[in-house]
């Protein structure tokens, strides 16, 4: 068994990210790092490590016969290993266009989208249950040091800093431990040794693509500016940061299960049943002892509550989580009545929009979130 493969099962054993009985879908795009977790899985599956094996490939219509390239070098490459493959074609810069919309949110969107169906259809067809099912991506060391960087120059949240999740639902990420040379390299070894490997129509083990150059692109301008540099002062960089990171996503951890415990106490959904559970869509309300509780709490507990209410994919602004906030008040002093501290209370009469299309508001209820439909249709019945 390789180094690499160890290193992959390792990570998915420690991370409990999969195992025989799940089903897998593997997004491959053809580049060097999918194209490895291709070969990876196929080993996977030889040594019973993974349960049933699919593969995905997106054409996003964005680089003309370059993508139709990726595409025919991804089918030979699933023929050749003999795993199923799903296709698809989606023109994100047209769904762009239409919806003024950013292009690399749509594809990502729509690739994930195209992700969960294939999924759907392995699990059915192979007889595993949905809850079983797992979207490999070939994520590693070096995407998750480029976020890093990324959100340290534009800003991030709460638990922004971990940059990556080994698990997000379905999706898995059991390259995360590993760098993109050692995946590279983990190919070109292959092809030295004799094993079974896919070239394209110039002989490329993988396929490039030419906009990763390009620094005008954010990512690209990290990847090809910052992280060299920093592996000038530091070489061990990747390994470095990665325990970092894990540090990081072992507190994120903990303040995410005492943010969810605050939520339980002190939230109230707007739509609630013991029927049909709890709307997000349709707000919350946080009560007002909420307001006593520690601010980074407070912090983590709404911009978690504003996701929900937006969905996985939407982009939470901190100022939407200080607008929030800012609808409890302390009291005067001289209102306490002998508390040792100024009473922390909604702020009445409190009223202003978040996000574009949220409302705030706020009472001796507590501090209201809902959908600006929903605030105005409220307020004509008062």
Request: glycine letters at 8%.
């Amino acid at each position: 068994m390789g180094a690499l493969l160890e290193k992959a099962l390792a990570t998915m054993a420690e991370r409990n990210l999969a195992g025989p009985d799940n089903a897998v879908l593997l997004m491959v795009s053809g580049g060097s790092d999918s194209t490895a977790l291709a070969y990876l899985a196929d080993e996977m599956r030889e040594a019973g490590r993974i349960g049933a094996l699919a593969m995905l490939h997106v054409n996003h219509k964005l680089r003309g016969q370059d993508a139709d390239e990726d595409a025919r070098f991804v089918s030979e490459l699933a023929a050749a290993l003999h795993i199923p493959l799903f296709m698809c074609d989606i023109d994100v810069a047209r769904e762009a266009q239409r919806t003024n919309g950013n292009v690399e949110a749509i594809a990502r969107r729509e690739r994930y989208l195209a992700a969960n169906e294939a999924l759907r259809s392995v699990c059915q067809h192979e007889a595993f249950p949905l809850a079983d099912g797992r979207i490999f991506t070939a994520h590693t060391a070096d995407d998750r040091v480029e976020n890093f960087y990324m959100r340290s120059i534009v800003g991030t949240g709460p638990g922004g800093f971990r940059s990556m999740l080994y698990a997000n639902g379905p999706v898995v990420r059991p390259l995360l431990d590993a760098s993109r040379e050692e995946l590279r390299a983990y190919v070109r070894e292959r092809e030295q040794s004799g094993k079974l490997v896919v070239c394209d129509a110039e002989g490329n083990l993988w396929r490039e693509d030419a906009t990763n150059a390009h620094t005008d692109r954010f990512r690209a301008y990290v990847r090809h500016e910052i992280v060299p540099r920093a592996k000038e002062r530091n070489p061990q960089l990747l390994e470095v940061l990665t325990r970092s990171m894990n540090l990081i996503a072992d507190e994120d951890d903990m303040l995410d299960g005492m943010a969810d415990a605050l939520i339980s106490r002190c939230v109230k959904w707007e739509e609630e049943s013991e029927m049909w559970g709890v709307d997000p869509s349709e707000g919350f309300r946080l009560l007002p002892v909420f307001g006593s509780e520690p601010l980074p709490l407070q912090r983590r507990a709404v911009f978690s509550l504003i996701g929900r209410m937006l969905g996985s994919d939407a982009r939470v602004e901190t100022a939407s989580v200080e607008a929030v906030l800012a609808g409890f008040e302390r009291a005067d002093e001289g209102e306490c009545l002998g508390a040792s501290e100024a009473e922390i209370r909604p702020k009445s009469g409190y009223v202003t929009n978040i996000q574009g299309d949220l409302a705030v508001s706020a009472n001796k209820q507590g501090v209201l979130v809902e959908p600006m439909s929903r605030f105005r249709a409220r307020r004509k019945r008062m």
